[in-house]
């Protein structure tokens, strides 16, 4: 019995012993098919990693990489968007000229806004497109928009949008001025004859004013600057332009000192010395009432009186025939006043208060008149709720002279008494007339 009893014993201890070695065993071999299969993975992830360095390094060699060296990342497709879904009229009133009038001057200017790829250790930045660069100063020249919220919108830099608009504004000048503008100055004795009959009024081919173009105080604080400040008591800089009947610029000067008087600014341009020289002006001459009459240039009182420039009567008492004629001559000097409205109401940039200095804008104005004559020959009206000469209180009327000429910062100068002989006579003599044609009715 004691030995059957340890007998059975010795087998359950060899049977336990045995049991605990299998499960030994089946835990070894499930940790070596563990280490095994995250082996196996690991290789196949190390070939993968490799292959993907393998692959992106092909493609960077023969795809340039995108800069992305900047603090924030840019956004875009304004430009594309802009173009592909505004309408014509929502295009024109955005960039105050309609898309055929855009591809126009687009072509014109494209080679000199066209920017190349720059590459850099190995970067290279997509360069803005010429069409999103004109859109962009477009914008800036007709809005007269902050830089600062143009940049938020378009998704550039500050510094990128207004270097953009002063190229642009050059580029417009370089390749258009002489044909927007120049060629508009008579040249020949058809062309002064057309210009005056156009004008109708008198025999006079332009009419000159002044206006002042609002920038920044420039440097070296308000003593230094002083000069620039004008009587409308902000700093400016003066533009001087000449009108003619279709209230196209044919001639301009800008970057005086607000402060300057309309007379020194006009006698300090080339024109001027010309004039004088008599190299512009043709010699033919009209008989009026035995006083040969020359081509005219129409002017105010702060203008020199001399010849070619007929100024109004500016005695302490008129009689009637001087106010008459003082009355003709204002009528016929409207037009430049109506330019210089038409050009302000369309690009405002010229009529707001703006963060620019004189040199920039000096180049940004001339780009302005630029773009007016443009438009006036392309038929681009514009809208009667942009027009600052529309009375808003009666949009089918006119706002009063003065309050014209107040709200587009025409120059005021003060009356000279510069006059010329010659100069009297022939306004004299046009007194005479224009008191006979009203007098009797009939045209002389």
Known sequence: MASHARSKFRNVLIFKTLKANWKRRQKL?????????????????????????????KIATRMPRIRSCRRKLRRIGWWESVWNTYSDKRFKKTFRISKATFSYILDRIKADIQRKQPRRWGFVEEPISPACRLGIALYRLGRGDYYYTISE????????????????????????????????????????????????????????????????????????????????????????????????FIWASVGCPGSNHDSIIFRSTSLYSKMMENYILPTFTKLIKGVKVPFMILADSAFPHLPWIQKPYTNAVLSEKQRYFNNRLSRARMVVESAYGMLKSRWRVL?????????????????????????????????TNLDLTVNPENPSQKRPRDAIRDLLHMTRSRPIRSTTKSATQIRNALTEKFWREHETGVVI
């Open 153 to 248: 919108m378009t998704g550039f830099g500050v510094a990128t949008v207004c270097n953009i608009t002063i190229d642009v504004s050059q580029a417009i000048v370089k390749n258009l001025w002489k044909e927007a503008v120049s060629n508009k100055f008579p040249s020949t004795l058809e062309h002064f004859k057309e210009c005056a009959l156009d004008m109708e009024e008198m025999w006079q081919f332009s009419a000159l004013d002044g206006c002042h173009i609002p920038i920044k105080m420039p440097r070296g604080g308000a003593n230094s600057a002083k000069e620039y400040h004008n009587f409308k008591n902000f700093y400016s800089i003066v533009l001087m332009g000449m009108v003619n009947a279709k209230m196209q």
């Open 29 to 57: 071999q499930n940790m070596l098919a563990m280490l095994l299969m995250r082996q196996q993975t690991f290789i196949t992830v190390l070939a993968l990693i490799s292959l993907v360095l393998y692959s992106s390094t």
């Open 351 to 383: 009529h707001r208060k703006c963060d620019s200095n004189n040199e920039t804008m000096k180049v940004k104005t001339l780009a302005c008149i630029v773009l007016h004559n443009i438009c006036i020959d392309y038929g681009e009206n514009i809208s």
